[in-house]
């Protein structure tokens, strides 16, 4: 159906001679590699072009709900496109906020340039046709046009009353121009002079199905030649029933700009203290970007269907940033500024019911669907994680929520606290964990052995985050969770076959003469069985994951002593102790005793330098490999 009311203006006159400025160096590599780099979905072009007129139309919305002193005050808010075979051109008019000359030099004429250099970066690393539809990821949008078009026109005028006509044009070379019109409308009017091969956007069916395809949800009506394609309705006002799953992904891909299906989804309408609608999602990959410090988080607040903020960072709490969806209230006030909206006591209301609803949620998958909450738990476990030391209410919710590896499970396979309880015999009164930089290190660990011998289940933590989180996280229920490297460690199974009790002592005296006050302690050992010693946590201590973890953060950091656990069962400690009873191998006794401290830092990492270790090593070595004096000499 063909619309009267097309907004396309006319064309503007120039009445200024055009000035022409040079892109900088990075924007012309960028606009370089746009140009000749192949590209498959090139058409998400038309996405970035509609999203950026969205984003203009929800400027100038917001601003007149305070302050009508605009031009075209009374303007239909819509996006038109007018489409031209013969010419060949692609025209996009929004009623935007428009643009002043500020913005076309430092908005259109400059990008930020962290986006710029990540983005070349990113295409530089990739052989083969890129794949265009992440562009807009990067803040470089509007340049993804000069895929399709050799020469780019942008007729704008600001909605400020005493604004100017303004066209800035490029061809996507080394420059651009800008020039004054004598253009009346407020918003802005791109004309792509399409390139001689990119007739197809040009062609009424092929932009009316990419349109449908990304842009089906943008708040502001779409025309093409006159006639309506989206669907301004807002889906999250729906009813559950009436709406499908292709419109549900549909959806999740135009919030998100993700190219999969959502790992799942969230819907709400609640009515109560707050009322407010809500369509949110989880994604099935971490966004590439999660932990960058100007991440773009993906909830889109509204006020009764009008848009608020795309970015609302107080809707969720931070270990919920990969959520995207939307948010709807009519409790706030329409012109709810930024400032507002970050202490609005609605948003802590609706932020503490959401928080509940998703946590609910991953307990249904974590019950019913354990393939979703492993996807859940790869992707986003550590951020999860990490929210616990925020999370005060929700606390005990999502520690049973949490998910490790275990010594008793293959690589790969998670569980938890909960399932570890109801795995534990009934004579255990505790969970015990080790924390390492990853499942081969956590089995090497010597304090393992015991644990392994006795059939003993220990979870094994190998996520940096959980050397952060253990320390604050003392009990399960009515466990005790104990790390298997604590030196108070009250081991039933006592092992046979040690030394004497005399022997061990004066052997431990040994130890500590040599060892002075490097050590907390030496103590003999109920834990090893097929290490020599092993280093434990010594009573004010820290964990050795933890220690790695703060010492990385902090160079200074001094680590606490350790105490060093010895094996007398081992036949390398009963050498020595018989040792002690030679004549002049004090010197040799002592090396060893060395060795075997230092060798119990290498292996849990501490090891600052290696060189006395490796001098004694050889030392060791050249004694081992001296030729037996032959038998039968006279
Ligand atoms: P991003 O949208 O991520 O900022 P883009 O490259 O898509 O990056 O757009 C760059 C900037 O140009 C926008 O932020 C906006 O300021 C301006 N801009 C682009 N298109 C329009 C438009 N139709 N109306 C007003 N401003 C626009
Ligand atoms: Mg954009």
Redesign the pocket.
Known sequence: MADETNTTPEAPESTQAPEVHEFKAEMKQLLHLIIHSLYTHEEIFLR??I???S??LN?IRFRMLTDRDVVDADAEQRIDIKLDKNENTLV?T?T????TKD?LL???GT??SS?TLEFVQELKKQDGPVDASMI?Q???????AFMVADTIT?D?RHADKDSQGLRWTSDGGGSYTIEETDRTER??T?TLHLKEDKGEFAEEWRVKSIIRKYSNFVDFPVHVDGELVNTVDALWHKSKSDITDEQLTEFYKFVSNDTDEPLGHLQLSLEGVVSFKALLFIPRKAPRDMFQEDYKYGVHLYSSKVFIQDDAKNLLPDWCRFVKGVVDTEDLPLNVSREVTQNSPVLAKIRKILTGKILGLLEEWAEGEPEKFATFSKEFGPLFKSGIQFEFEHRDQMIDLFRFESSIKDKGEWTGFGAYADRMPSDQDKIYYVLADGREAALRNPNMEYFTANDMEVLLMTEPVDAFIMPGIPKYKDFDLVSIESSDLKLDKKKKGGLKKGETKKLVERFKDVLGDRVEDVRSSDRLVDSAVTLVTGTAGMDAQMERVMKMMDESFEGSKKVLEVNTAHPLIKNLSALRDVPGQEERIKEAIEQLYEGALLLEGSLDNPADFVRRMMAFMEQSTKPAPEEGAE
């Open positions: 970035e072009l999203s950026n007129a984003d203009a400027k996009l929004d935007g906020v428009g643009m913005d430092r908005r259109i990008v930020a986006g807009g990067f803040g470089v949008g509007f340049y993804s942008v704008t918003g802005t791109i």
